[in-house]
Structure formats: C-alpha cells, structure tokens
C-alpha cells in the first residue's frame, strides 16, 4: 500500500474522525483509524461500535491497501509536519510515513480486523436543511438527559416525522424541550431517537453557511447522517420514551408575558449566593406587574425583580436555576410567554405568538410550603 495526499487535508480528516474512535474500551483495533486507499482515493473510519464516522480524500495511490494505525499516533504525527503533501508507505504492518526531511516508522494493525460498520441499506430517505437542524438542536438537546441513571432511553433526542413536520424531543426527568418545523417531507410517519454524543458530533461537522440540506438514512437500528463529505453512523436508542404529551399541562391559571433578556438577568443575579442548585432553589413571584425572584442560603440572601406583564393568580413557584435559565437562554424570542398551573404544576415556557418551541420545567418545592 503506497499513496501520497495533502497533510492539511489528512490532519483535518484525522481529527473529525478520531471522535468517532473507542477512548473506553482499550482493543487496539478500534483505538485506530482505518486507512484504505482506492485508485484514486483515501477513506479514513473511527468506529467504537456504536458510532462512526467515515470520509474520503483525493489522494495520488500507487498500490492500493487498508491499515489500522492508532488514532492518537497518527494525528499527532500528521498535525506537526509542514504544510504540503505526506507519502505513507505500508508493507505488512510497517508504516513509514515522510514529509519533507521528517520520516516515520511506526507499527499498524492488520485491517482484517478492523469491526464491519453496519449497513443502512433500504432506510427512510431524508433530506433535511443544515441551519434549521441546527437551530432545533440547540432547543432541545440541552434537555436530553446526559446520565443512564435516568433511563436509558432518554439519553436521546427523539425525532418525529409526519406529513411535512419535524418535532425533536428531549427529556431528563426534569424538563421537557419540543421544537416543531416545517419540512418537506411526505413519506410515512416514523420516529426514532439518536443518542445525544451523536447529534453533538454531528453538528460538529455542519459548515458555517448552513444553507445546505444533509441526507439521512434511517433503518431499523442505525441511523446514517450524511454531510458534505462525511458520514456518521450510529446506533438508534431503543425503549418507551416518555408520553410527552400527557406530561404537559392542559389548564393554565396564570400567564406571564415577559423579555427574555430581562428574565434571565434577574435570575442570574442570584446566582453568586447560590451553592447547589438543588438545595437552594430560586423562588419566584409573580404578581401584578413583575416577576420578584429571591433565594437563601448560607452564603447570604438576594432579592431581584423585573416587569412583567402577569394574568390570572398570583403564584409563588420555586425552581432549579440551572433548569430555568436554559430554557430561557434556548428560547430565541425577544419574549416569551410562562404558562403557570399552580406551586407544584410543572411550568411551560413558550413564544408569544405561537408553539414552535415548548419547554417544560418541574418545580422545586419550597421549604416553607406544607
């Protein structure tokens, strides 16, 4: 195997791939990157056995070949030569790698044993546009649960598909996130969830234009994201997602139309006297004409208030600030409406005008309630 190509554009290569590269389970095959070389082309896989990502340069290939060279080597290697083109030369296992007056030999894995990555042939088609996945991403992942002590299930984002409408959904037990778009889409109705480490190294790889649309491919157990030159296959999550609909509240006893900004900075100014989020959660009043938002802790106490415009009954609610303030900061609204049923009512934070986006907080209870 001999092959030449450009060490900017193999250093690049490297580095996206090596995310998709096994750092928990220590099997020498896929602690590496596998390197095969067509007639006219370079294909570079990391597979963990659960997520992988793929992609393919021009390079100039002599004796074509595949090896498994592990990822930390090879990246370190390639990012620290000069700019221009690098030369690998592999016989065996035995990789020799020169650029310029800089020569490297170093030890390969034998790419029969590099794991198969699994097929999606004959799954749902879709195209979808960059910056509107983007955007919907950044509404909802930062409520997929990070942790499997919650279920596993969970620790993805689920997506719906029906008659020209996409839906993302993500839940951790603690709050509730939907966004809604319009798509073209006109196929059958499906739904699947994609692990949450997928769909950040997807957005990894989405351009700074964000005008392009991306293909994915859904089967029955992986899902194959394609975008531009790169492809990210992953296993789907599988298991009873939360019936969303039944956990969001059907009756509202008071609403609060409020600026965004304005909300978050009167929170975040208690910050500095809180310790834990959660043995010191805000409480928060809303009455009238504003939003009176206080906390207590050993570090000292802070009150802070701002306008808003509040209608029904008066409510005092208390909530995790971490919780509260990411909704808030997802919402990509001047204003928002808060939907509230009650103290102990899980609490809905919507646009003024209409639903694209959904988030649902559950209270904290306050100390002094019965």
Known sequence: MKFTCNTKELSEACSNVMRAVSTKVTIPTIEGILMECGSDTLSLTGYDFEFGINTTLQASVVEPGAIVINAKVISDIIRKLPEGKVTFEISGTSVS????AAQYNISGIDADDYPELPS?????????????????????????????????????????????????IGVDGYRLAIRTETVKYD???????????TIRELIKLFGTENDK????????????????????????????????NAAIPKT??????????????CIERT?????NDKKNPIRCLFDADEMRVSTVSSIGRVVNYTHANVSGDRVEIGFNSKYVLDALHAADTDQVRIELGGAVSPVKVLPINDDSF????????LKNEN
């Open 187 to 197: 196929g059958e109705d499906i739904s699947f969830i994609v692990p949450k480490k």
């Open 271 to 275: 910050l500095p006297v809180i310790e």
């Open 213 to 244: 649309d991306i293909s994915i491919s859904v089967g029955k157990r992986h899902i194959v994201f394609d975008v531009d030159n790169y492809s990210i296959i992953s296993r789907l999550l599988d298991g009873d997602f939360l019936d969303y």
């Open 120 to 168: 999606v042939s004959g799954g749902y088609p879709l195209f979808l546009n960059e910056g509107i996945l983007q955007n919907m991403v950044a509404q909802t992942l930062f409520a997929v649960a990070d942790s499997e002590a919650s279920k596993p299930v969970h620790t993805g984002l689920k997506f719906e598909l029906t008659q020209n409408q996409l839906r993302l």
């Open 252 to 265: 509202c006893n008071t609403t609060v139309l409020i600026n965004t900004d304005d909300a978050i900075n």
């Open 97 to 100: 790698i020169i650029s310029g």
């Open 358 to 365: 959904l988030f649902l907080v559950l209270p904290m209870r």
